[in-house]
Each structure stands twice: as structure tokens, then as C-alpha cells.
């Protein structure tokens, strides 16, 4: 069946410029996860929704990032006035809540690079 | 969350079996071990996990040491396509979805 998918791939902005990052999860996964990944770092947690509830956004780096699910299938990622910190891979990833492992599927992520 | 220790990188030659240690000495006694693993320019995909037995899938066997400070996954025989980042992530079992907290993994190398 079908995974995670990131959209856009790749997004070149200017400091300054708002971004949006679409994330489509595994249709039925009831969380799902947004993570940053530095270059040469581990992926970090960002946030984390059950369903369209925002349960945990302490990994969200400043009051510029802004994720949201609506409907609790689809979310985006809002990043506002970006900095060229912001330059990273930003991974979605989803997970059924209906076994013991919890296994999260991970989307290809998209590269972001702030100019 | 647990702290791990991984080595930056590892080299194997491919037909071989490859060892991936990781400590975890200060994981908690229901934490579980997870293993992820990233191929190059892809989302980390999900490898093994165990509590306290050794466990074996289709990928790989995950032996845990008995403290459980320390475990081990262990690739049969390497292929060119395990090449990627490993990650030895200790997680609570909250009974529902949790985060994952990657530390910078082991880099493995397959070589001909």
C-alpha cells in the first residue's frame, strides 16, 4: 500500500519567506509525528498529533513553526519568516495505535534551504 | 529518555555479518529497544525492538545483553542495500504512540 508522502521534496526560500510542508500519512494511522534533521544529525522530534489533537509540541524550536491536522488525516508544517537555521530535512512520520510496537513509517522528508 | 553511546562508524564486507553495538546504560526497566535504520536521502525505517529477549525478524536479530545496558543488532549478511545509519533507540512502552529520540547512530559501510 501506499507510505508516507512529503510534498514538496525539496524548497528553496529566501530568509524571510513563509514556508508550508504537506504531509500525507499512511490513510487510517491515527499519529503523527514531525521531526528535523540537521545535516549530519539524528532527526529531532518537532510534534506529535493523535488524530487532529496537537498533544506534544515541545520540540517546536520557536513561535515561527506552526503544524497542523484538521481533519487528523493530512497535516502541513508552517514555518513563518524562516531563518537560514531552519535549513534541515523535515521528516513526517505516522503510526497505527493498535499494536505494541508503535512503529513509525516515515515519509522521504522534505529538504528545506533557506538563502 | 535514555542515553546511548554508538560508534560513528562501522565497515563490513558484504557476505558478512556485522555486529552494532550500543550502550544504553541508563534505560529504565520498561523501556523497550528499538533499532531504526536511514538509508541515504530516506526517511529512517523501523529494523527490530526488543525488552529483554533476543529477538529475530526477516532483517536482522537484536541480542540483548542480560542488564540490558547493552545490545547488539546483527545484520546475517550484509548486502550493498544495508548500508545506512543505524539507530539504537531506547522508548517507554506508554501504551501508545511515542516519540523517538535519535541519538547521531553508527554510519555502516558494505564493501565488495
Known amino acids: 500500500g501506499a507510505g508516507v508522502s512529503q510534498s514538496p521534496r525539496y524548497k528553496v526560500a529566501k530568509r524571510g519567506q513563509d514556508v508550508a510542508l504537506r504531509c500525507d500519512p499512511i490513510s487510517g494511522h491515527v499519529s503523527l509525528f514531525w521531526y528535523q534533521q540537521a545535516l549530519g544529525q539524528g532527526p529531532e522530534f518537532l510534534t506529535y498529533?493523535?488524530?487532529?489533537?496537537?498533544?506534544?509540541k515541545s520540540g517546536l524550536p520557536s513561535d515561527r513553526f506552526f503544524a497542523e491536522r484538521p481533519e487528523g488525516s493530512v497535516s502541513t508544517l508552517k514555518i513563518q519568516r524562516t531563518q537560514q537555521e531552519d535549513s534541515a530535512v523535515y521528516l513526517c512520520a505516522s503510526s497505527q495505535n493498535r499494536d505494541r510496537v508503535y512503529e513509525q513509517y516515515f515519509g522521504p522528508g522534505t529538504r528545506l534551504t533557506v538563502t | 529518555d535514555a542515553k546511548t553511546t554508538q560508534p560513528n562508524s562501522m565497515e563490513s564486507n558484504e557476505e558478512e555479518p556485522v555486529h552494532l553495538p550500543c550502550n544504553h546504560s541508563?534505560?529504565?526497566?520498561?523501556?523497550?529497544i528499538h533499532w531504526y535504520r536511514q538509508l541515504p536521502s530516506q526517511g529512517p525505517e523501523y529494523v527490530i525492538h526488543g525488552l529483554t529477549s533476543n529477538v529475530n525478524n526477516r532483517m536482522a536479530s537484536l541480542a540483548i545483553a542480560e542488564d540490558r545496558k547493552s545490545s547488539t543488532l546483527i545484520l546475517h549478511r550484509a548486502t550493498l542495500r544495508d548500508a545506512a545509519v543505524y539507530y539504537c533507540i531506547p522508548r517507554r512502552n506508554t501504551g501508545t504512540a511515542s516519540k523517538l529520540t535519535f541519538g547521531t547512530g553508527t554510519r555502516l559501510q558494505v564493501t565488495l
Open positions: 541508563t534505560i529504565s526497566g520498561t523501556d523497550y
Open positions: 498529533f493523535q488524530n487532529e489533537a496537537q498533544l506534544d
